[in-house]
């Protein structure tokens, strides 16, 4: 079996848990680790080379895809559409609001290295992505909701981290009960942003930090806070550490409508997850392999979930998936 080589750009949670999850694929192995940190800092929970994230350079054509595990804030606005112009990539960009510009900024570099740039890949957007557009299209009188939590957003937490004076955060989305128990009652609310979901924060700030400061640019924060009741509390390292080490998420897809004989239906999509990196790794990593045979097949550009066949992702062959899973 040709083995799909897969880099790391950024070695945090999500780096490690494609590590982990290409342990499980025995059709990927990791090649390297790109930081912009000191490589001989970086320990990798598997044996693998870490290299400057400037010299990613030397591994064109030693690289089939390259895995970018950095946050959305900051980081892939950057760096998708920098590294796709040496290789092709996934990313797990998450700011919905700016998907569009994202997307824009990654096909013209992707076209112009004939490379493949699979972005928002993940659970949302992502495996969420496609359940509203295939609950949507089943059920054409209905609404669709989608509700995240309770769970640690690995993107908001990053965006609390870069603030200024901010050492360590974690953020939790909350959805709203009541909202969650109308819709599968079938009464098909209206709801705004801030009746679904609520947002509680955990900051541990630098020692003499602003921490009124801190406080109102998370609630003031466009895109991440700005639209939801925010809660924030502020705690010790200790704390953090003992009650908030873990990184679990999850959440549901629903589409409620019905028939023109008026039935009623109900569609529903759900995840519970032990850790939210690492299993949003595991679907970087099934996207790797469908990355790598689109661009086998000549297609270049930026792609999303949406743009890409289920029969890609299996590491089974199609005949395999058509006994085994049609």
Not at 259 to 276: G, R
Not at 282 to 305: C, Q
Request: hydrophobic share 35%; glycine share 8%; charged share 25%.
């Amino acid at each position: 079996m040709d083995k799909i080589r897969i880099g790391i750009v950024g070695y945090g949670n999500l780096g490690r848990g494609v590590q982990y999850a290409s342990s499980q694929n025995p059709d990927t192995e990791i090649v390297a680790v790109f930081t912009r940190r000191d490589p001989a800092s970086v320990k990798t929970v598997l044996p693998v080379k870490v290299e400057k994230y400037e010299d990613m350079k030397n591994y064109v054509g030693k690289i089939d895809v390259m895995i970018l595990c950095g946050g959305s804030a900051t980081d892939l606005p950057k760096q998708s559409a920098e590294v796709v112009s040496l290789f092709n990539i996934v990313d797990s960009f998450d700011t919905h609001a700016k998907i569009p510009e994202h997307f824009s900024a990654i096909d013209k570099a992707a076209k112009a290295s004939a490379h493949v740039g699979a972005m928002s890949v993940g659970w949302d957007p992502g495996l969420f992505s496609l359940a509203r557009i295939y609950f949507g299209a089943s059920l054409a009188d209905g609404n669709s909701y989608t509700f995240w939590g309770r769970g640690v957003s690995q993107g908001h937490s990053d965006a609390i981290r870069r603030i200024e004076g901010v050492e360590d955060a974690r953020q939790y989305t909350v959805p709203v009960e009541s909202a969650l128990e109308r819709v599968r009652k079938g009464e098909n609310p209206e709801l705004t942003t801030r009746e679904k979901h609520t947002r509680e924060c955990y900051v541990v700030a630098k020692e003499g930090a602003d921490k009124a400061r801190i406080e109102k640019e998370i609630k003031e924060m466009p895109n991440y806070f700005a639209d939801y009741d925010t809660t924030v509390h502020f705690i010790s390292k200790e704390e953090l550490l003992r009650d908030h080490a873990g990184i679990p998420h999850g959440g549901l897809v629903l589409r409620s409508g019905k028939s023109a004989a008026d039935n009623k239906f109900l569609m529903e999509f759900s995840l519970k997850l032990d850790s939210n990196p690492e299993f949003t790794s595991s679907v970087l990593v099934a996207y790797a392999r469908a990355v790598y045979r689109l661009h086998k097949e000549g297609k270049t550009g930026a792609v999303t979930v949406f743009d890409i066949a289920p029969k890609y992702l299996s590491v089974l062959s199609e005949e395999e998936q058509r006994k085994q899973l049609l």
